[in-house]
């Protein structure tokens, strides 16, 4: 995928998405689906129909709606949300720690982004997010067939809609609705609406659609009335059953390259406001490891694993790059698998002397010692390839309160999205030991497989 500044972030977020097969404990079957013509593999299978039954864990929280709840209080305790000095360190910590810092972007080594969405008009590459109880109608969603999107939500189907909701003004349009009361997410990559086209993302490929795909009459597209996009996903468990998110611990191969859903590692205006975000984060990098993929045996052997072949490591929902590399990308020797989680290794006075070093002051001073803290405290995992930067991924301003949001607590300008520069060296980097996976056949993996849930320890 092309970016209007080769700056910025390219490999979208959903440009990454995935179309998937489970091959329970393997993701040799999990082929990753893209826009982007350095990503290689080319295959189309269906994800299960969602269906409007959630499924609970086997210790799920009281899940009882609140009232007061909100699509940023929504996300129950997770993997996302253990501390890191809680877990224990990865055996190749040092090896996966030197990949990162010297490929993850082009450019200079630890210049990884915030991707917000403030004053980065057509080359955003956040995640708005919207409420559900916002909504003002329901809207059915028909699928360009031409783009590379995963689709599990029924040409019968509708979900909430408002007019006034705008995705993401980057060449995938993409924004996440969240539903506090159900505990439901909704994915959408490349959409437009009846109020929103661009020019790279408008409806006019669901009109071709309707000429070259035959469909029951009564499923065509109506400009007036239905959604158009590249993909449309209902966060759901291996079974089918929609995911209740306040209470899933699983995966969703669905709806990123690592197959792992989005909500729950967003970083929220609010979390910032409140003095804390306390669970990791998301990061997309250039160099997430490639295939082929390795054998359970080939993957615990370090001579192997990262070498020869590759793999992606629990939470992962499947390993994305499978076919193969992008040409003139890193050495396989070069990469990290996705799934991998991160901290930094640093004091509070540490923290101090970056932010006198970088001149920051007021809101913005306290924004960015909140958000070291949160990824000292909490790290983050790669989740998503990207073919130019590395970026986290925040909840963005193309929602009209979230900007107001991030306004206030200091982030105003397009610069702000380096407001972490300086912060990241390589010595100050760790990562920590994966956690487990509990694939759909019952099985336990600490490698990538659509899992029905995830959890460090027994």
Same mark, same amino acid.
Request: proline share 7%.
């Given at each position: %995928? ?8 390219? $490999? ?5 998405l ?11 079957? *999990? *082929? ?16 299960p ?9 086997? &210790? ?8 007061s ?5 929504? @996300? ?6 253990? =501390? ?21 972007? +082009? $450019? ?10 403030? *004053? ?6 956040? +995640? ?5 109880? %916002? ?9 360009k ?35 506090? /009361?159900?505990?439901?997410? #909704? ?15 408008d409806?006019e490929?669901?009109? +071709?659609?309707?000429?070259?795909? =035959? ?5 065509? @597209? ?6 158009c ?24 191969? $669905?709806a ?27 990061? %997309? ?16 052997? =370090?001579a ?25 990308g ?30 920051? /002051? ?5 924004? !960015?010692?909140? %958000? ?13 390839? /990207?073919?130019v ?15 107001? *949001?991030?306004? !206030? ?15 990241? &060296? ?11 996976? +509990? ?10 497989? #659509? ?8």
């Amino acid at each position: %995928m092309s970016l209007r500044h080769p700056a910025v972030l390219a $490999g979208a977020l959903v440009a990454s998405l995935v179309v998937a097969v489970i091959a329970v404990g393997s993701a040799s079957d *999990q *082929q990753r689906r893209s826009n982007n013509p350095d990503d290689l593999t080319n295959n189309t299978v269906s994800l299960p129909a969602a269906s409007t039954t959630s499924q609970p864990a086997p &210790t799920a929280p009281d899940t009882t709606p609140d009232p007061s709840a909100s699509p940023t209080t929504m @996300f129950g305790p997770s993997v996302w949300t253990v =501390p890191v000095s809680e877990l224990a360190r990865d055996p190749r910590s040092d090896d996966w720690s030197a990949r990162l810092w010297g490929r993850a972007n +082009i $450019g200079a080594p630890g210049d990884w982004l915030l991707l917000s969405g403030i *004053q980065q008009d057509g080359n955003d590459y956040s +995640i708005p997010v919207y409420d559900a109880a %916002m909504a003002t109608t329901r809207r059915k969603v028909r699928r360009k067939f031409t783009f590379p999107g995963v689709f599990n939500v029924g040409p019968d189907d509708t979900i909430p809609w408002n007019d006034a909701w705008r995705p993401s003004d980057g060449n995938d349009g993409f924004l996440v609705i969240l539903d506090s /009361s159900t505990g439901h997410e #909704w994915d959408l990559w490349n959409v437009s609406s009846p109020g929103y086209q661009t020019e790279v993302n408008d409806s006019e490929q669901c009109i +071709i659609d309707d000429r070259t795909h =035959p469909r029951d009459s009564t499923k065509r @597209f109506d400009i007036n009335a239905d959604l158009c996009a590249a993909s449309a996903v209902l966060i759901t468990s291996p079974d089918g059953t929609t995911a209740d998110l306040r209470s899933y611990r699983g995966n969703f191969p $669905g709806a990123g390259g690592g197959g792992i859903q989005n909500g729950p590692g967003i970083v929220f205006p609010s979390e910032v406001a409140q003095g804390a975000v306390r669970h990791a984060w998301k990061l %997309m990098i250039v160099n997430t490891m490639f295939g082929p993929e390795c054998s359970p045996t080939e993957r615990v052997d =370090p001579a192997k694993f990262g070498v020869t072949c590759g793999s992606a490591v629990a939470p992962a929902g499947q390993f994305e790059r499978v076919n193969g590399a992008s040409q003139g990308g890193p050495a396989r020797t070069e990469t990290v698998p996705e799934g991998t989680r991160f901290a930094l290794k640093i004091t509070d006075a540490e923290i101090e002397a970056w932010l006198r070093s970088r001149g920051y /002051s007021g809101a913005r001073a306290e924004t !960015a010692r909140i %958000m070291a803290v949160s990824l000292r405290d909490y790290g983050w995992f790669i989740t998503d390839s /990207s073919s130019v930067g590395a970026g986290f991924t925040l909840a963005g301003a193309a929602n009209p309160e979230t900007q107001n *949001q991030w306004t !206030a607590l200091g982030l105003t300008e397009d610069s702000d999205r380096s407001l972490l520069q300086g912060l990241f &060296t390589r010595d100050r980097i760790t990562v920590v030991a994966p956690p487990t996976n +509990i694939c759909a056949d019952g099985t336990l993996s600490t490698f990538s497989c #659509w899992a029905s849930s995830t959890s460090y320890g027994s």
